[in-house]
């Protein structure tokens, strides 16, 4: 099963079990229904910051839209081990610019509190801002980035990290024409 619908599969049951419609979860989650039926139906790329708002209306953590297993006990991810859990278009979903590869590094934790990935950054043509609640920690591994964060941009080469809170409209585009990559922590509050 491919990523686009396995995690359209899950909001489709977390939907259904909550005995919401589509339009009941449309109008919780702010995000417009057309966007969440292509979701659920596997046709297009979901992108963080609405299912950021889908897992929040849906009262579940976003791990559970995009894990396969659970673990109560800890989680160890090899380096040939991490799981690719989403392939993102941006941050938001239909919006211009580069390829985000996410690689989770906490696949089947149960009630974690945080969103640990590594991420392959993609150059980007154009750029379109996310915002959303939580928090976000970026380091950079390889290649350099660009980090749009209100009205600055930070440019990021390998070892340096940034922190910021996720409501402040941002943007992660790698710097140049090569690749970056990156070690993404994200927290979102229950």
Do not use: W
Not at 91 to 110: H, I, P, V
Not at 111 to 134: C, N, Q, T, W, Y
């Amino acid at each position: 099963m491919s990523t686009d619908s396995r995690i359209g599969t899950k909001v489709t049951t977390v939907r259904e079990s909550l005995g919401l419609s589509c339009e009941d979860l449309a109008e919780r989650s702010g995000c417009d229904v057309a966007l969440l039926r292509r979701i659920e139906a596997g046709e297009i790329v979901p992108s963080l910051a609405p299912l950021i708002t889908i897992s929040r209306a849906l009262g579940v953590r976003l791990g559970t839209l995009l894990d396969d297993d659970t673990n109560v006990g800890p989680v160890v991810t090899r380096a040939n081990e991490a799981a690719e859990v989403a392939r993102l278009k941006s941050l938001e979903t239909g919006a211009a610019g580069g390829t985000l590869d996410f690689f989770s590094l906490a696949a089947g934790k149960t009630a974690r509190h945080m969103e640990p990935f590594l991420i392959d950054v993609k150059p980007a043509e154009g750029h379109a801002l996310s915002s959303h609640e939580g928090e976000e920690f970026l380091f950079v591994l390889s290649g350099e980035l660009d980090v749009e964060y209100g009205k600055d941009t930070h440019v990021l080469g390998a070892g340096d990290s940034i922190y910021y809170d996720s409501i402040v409209p941002h943007q992660v585009r790698s710097a140049g024409e090569a690749p970056a990559r990156i070690l993404a922590v994200v927290y979102t509050p229950a």
